[in-house]
């Protein structure tokens, strides 16, 4: 953990204030900073949002968002008064220059009373259409030139496809530098995640199997319990494809895949990142339906309570065609990883909350066991637990105890909960500290985020021009679609999932 550190002052902007995001994720994540002395000591937030708010009002929405959704729970008052005199509001209209300037004015004042000059730094918790609107007229004012002071924060989606994308890392280095721009990728700020770059390379155990000799083969799966919930309107036009695979699992795989760093500079991790991406074999049209499954859940029972299916849900078309499930299968094209088949799934309303990668090593090249030795005859498997359990397993046969020689399965584990004593950061609390410090090693660039599209375009093509005769085709509660289960049963493999834990640590 960062222990106590010294940050320029800051003037951080929250474009979308008044937004569900930063009510529940970017302030709290700023208040434990403040409690755990990462913020500056000089610092600002500004709220700019349209819904009508008085300072008072604006602190009090904020308060009430730490209260329900920090890790922190409810702020003892003196400490939260304290950070709270840091947040303003501007009532404001993101298409008027006006707003603009008096930003400008604002970070001027800043500039004039605080003891040296602010970094800024622009959140864009906003529709993807205000993005060039806002970096636009932010140039305008001359809000974007200062490489070391002027920071921007987009949150996904970037674009809708290859070409939007394309179009929207056109505008913006247009306006900031490369440098100066982070995508934000939330997955790539939870611990269990960073942690797969320690335990890959500050380990000398696991590289030298970490390979095609070893590995038989490598899963990463992203189940979650709940539906799309109010989001229906945004999903529908989005998919499990652009709203999960595109971002947050191809990161997870870039982490399992990547190839050792020469150091863990910003740009020496991400160009082993991006390397991953270009390595996938390209999806082949006359293979497609082989190796991709789509699923849209059903209504049904979750823990004895009725839910909506997919098409019943709020703000979706009822004949919608969109994903809510999938599960690719793929290759990656590396002297590492050749014929190592990947499979990934994510899917909503599925029968688990759970993000897990799975590696499978091979079987052993020869058994002196008797067939009856061995109860359960399983391979070396090693399980990341992401979420909600935080663990590393690494699955082994032992000998059971007892006079007979009787193998089975056993884990050896490191368990979060059992290791640490303290929490840790949320994601975001990572990324923003990231942020504030200027670190971009945890987001995303433009070429990686552009290889991530251009990948997945094939599939979203082939979706998006066949409707699928059989959504939905999965039932609340469930695994997913019976095709998922036969695309990796076919290979002679199954989808591993833990053992639903008692007491699930969020
Ligand atoms: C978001 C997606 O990026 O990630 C959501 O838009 C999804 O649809 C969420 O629910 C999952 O994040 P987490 O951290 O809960 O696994």
Same mark, same amino acid.
């Given at each position: ?38 913020m500056p000591s000089q610092f600002a937030i ?295 088949? +990947? ?8 029968? /688990?909350?759970?993000? %897990? =990668? @799975? !590696? #499978? ?7 002196? +066991? ?8 399983? /391979?070396?498997?090693? %399980? =990341? @637990? !992401? #979420? ?15 006079v007979n020689m009787v193998l089975n399965p ?21 990324l923003l500290l990231d942020v504030l410090q ?69």
């Amino acid at each position: 953990m960062k222990t106590e550190i010294s940050i320029k002052p800051t003037v951080f902007m929250i474009f979308g204030g008044t937004g569900d995001l930063a009510a529940r994720k970017l302030i709290p994540a700023l208040y434990n900073l403040y409690l755990d002395k990462f913020m500056p000591s000089q610092f600002a937030i500004i709220g700019l949002g349209r819904t009508e708010y008085t300072l008072e009002s604006y602190r009090k929405e904020m308060l009430e968002g730490v209260t329900e959704f920090s890790r922190s729970g409810k702020p003892d008052t003196k400490t939260w008064k304290a950070f709270a005199e840091n947040i303003r509001f501007l009532n404001a209209d993101l298409e008027q220059e006006k707003t603009y300037q008096n930003l400008s004015q604002i970070i001027d004042k800043c500039d004039d009373e605080w003891t040296e000059p602010a970094n800024v730094v622009h959140y864009l918790a906003v529709a993807p259409r205000f993005f060039p609107i806002i970096a636009e007229n932010l140039a305008k004012v001359k809000l974007t030139q200062d490489k070391c002071r002027c920071r921007i924060v987009i949150e996904k989606p970037f674009g809708h496809d290859l070409e939007s994308a394309k179009a929207l890392n056109i505008l913006l280095r247009g306006i900031f530098d490369e440098s100066q721009i982070y995508r934000i990728d939330h997955y790539l700020g939870k611990e269990t995640v960073q942690n797969m770059m320690a335990f890959r390379f500050a380990n000398a155990l696991f590289e030298p199997v970490w390979n095609r000799n070893f590995i038989e083969h490598v899963q990463i799966s992203v189940s979650e319990k709940i539906g799309v919930g109010d989001r229906g309107g945004y999903y529908d036009h989005s998919g499990a494809l652009r709203d999960m695979v595109q971002n947050h699992l191809l990161q997870l795989v870039c982490l399992v895949a990547m190839e050792s760093p020469v150091s863990f500079g910003a740009d020496e991790v991400r160009n082993r990142r991006v390397d991953v991406l270009k390595a996938i074999r390209p999806f082949n049209a006359q293979e497609l339906n082989q190796n991709i499954v789509r699923g849209q859940y059903n209504g049904g029972w979750v823990e004895g309570e009725e839910v909506n299916g997919y098409r019943e849900e709020k703000g979706v078309n009822p004949q919608s065609n969109t994903e809510t499930f999938a599960a690719l299968k793929f290759f990656v094209d590396n002297w590492r990883w050749q014929n190592v088949p +990947f499979y990934v799934r994510t899917g909503k309303r599925m029968h /688990q909350q759970s993000s %897990i =990668i @799975s !590696i #499978q090593f091979k079987d052993v090249p020869h058994k002196i +066991f008797p067939d009856d030795a061995a109860e359960i005859w399983q /391979q070396n498997r090693l %399980i =990341i @637990s !992401i #979420q909600p359990e935080m663990s590393i397993r690494l699955q082994v046969q032992a000998k059971r105890p007892g006079v007979n020689m009787v193998l089975n399965p056993v884990d050896m584990v490191f368990d979060y909960q059992g290791t640490y004593t303290h929490d840790g950061p949320e994601a975001y609390e990572t990324l923003l500290l990231d942020v504030l410090q200027g670190d971009q090693t945890l987001f995303m660039r433009a070429d990686q985020v552009e290889v991530a599209w251009e990948l997945l375009m094939p599939v979203i093509e082939f979706w998006e021009k066949k409707t699928s005769l059989n959504f939905p085709n999965y039932s609340a509660d469930s695994w997913g679609p019976e095709l998922a289960e036969a695309l990796i049963a076919k290979d002679g493999f199954h989808w591993y999932s833990l053992p639903v834990s008692k007491k699930p640590k969020s």
